[in-house]
């Protein structure tokens, strides 16, 4: 670990932070920090809300890695999200299983309903839109995932009303 050039650079990751890193690296044995790097793409991604490229610096840095090693496990795993994204983040699956069973619907409802396109983020920050690989729960698709932790089940056009009324509802304080 490079403690000094960690320092100099890690202005927009905070101590506490860094301090969870530290944790994360003590769980390995000193010559293999390197195992860290996706629970430190984690913590940057739950304080920041994605993982910019100054934070893969960062996170290299501290790791004693190459930058583009970071860079690459960020890409890797459509669980980073590499750009800002809505309050809200909803990944419809769009695997063969959902398909058969009205996932695409449920997608073209959502985009009807949010009034953008997969990949976009509502005007007002709320929403990002996105499709994503398996979920692991073909028997109740259609399915979806709300901010990489809620798995939402059998999401008919009624369904996904209710899950944006209330996510609405809920950011804004009113009762749904």
């Known amino acids: ?89 909803l990944n419809v699956c769009t695997n063969l299983p959902c398909q058969l069973r009205d996932g695409a619907k449920a997608l073209a409802h959502l985009e009807k309903k949010l009034g953008i396109h997969m990949g976009d983020t509502t005007p007002d920050g709320l929403f990002t839109l996105q499709q994503s690989e398996c979920l692991g729960a073909c028997a109740d698709s259609p399915v979806m995932l709300v901010n990489d932790r809620t798995m939402c089940s059998f999401m008919s056009n009624e369904k996904l009303d209710q899950l944006i009324d209330g996510l609405r509802g809920a950011s804004t304080g009113e009762a749904s």
């Not at 860094?18 to 769980?27: G, P, T």
């Not at 793409?41 to 290299?60: F, M, N, P, R, T």
Request: negative net charge; hydrophobic residues 40%; aromatic residues 8%.
């Open 1 to 89: 670990m490079s403690n000094e050039s960690t320092t100099l650079r890690s202005t927009e990751i905070s101590a506490a932070a860094l301090e969870r890193f530290a944790r994360e690296v003590a769980k390995y044995p000193a010559d293999q920090a390197q195992s860290a790097v996706m629970a430190c793409l984690a913590i940057v991604q739950q304080e920041q809300g994605h993982v910019s490229l100054d934070s893969e610096k960062v996170i290299a840095d501290y790791l004693g890695m190459p930058q583009i090693a970071v860079h690459e496990v960020t890409t890797f795993y459509n669980m980073y999200n590499q750009h800002p994204l809505g309050k809200f983040k």
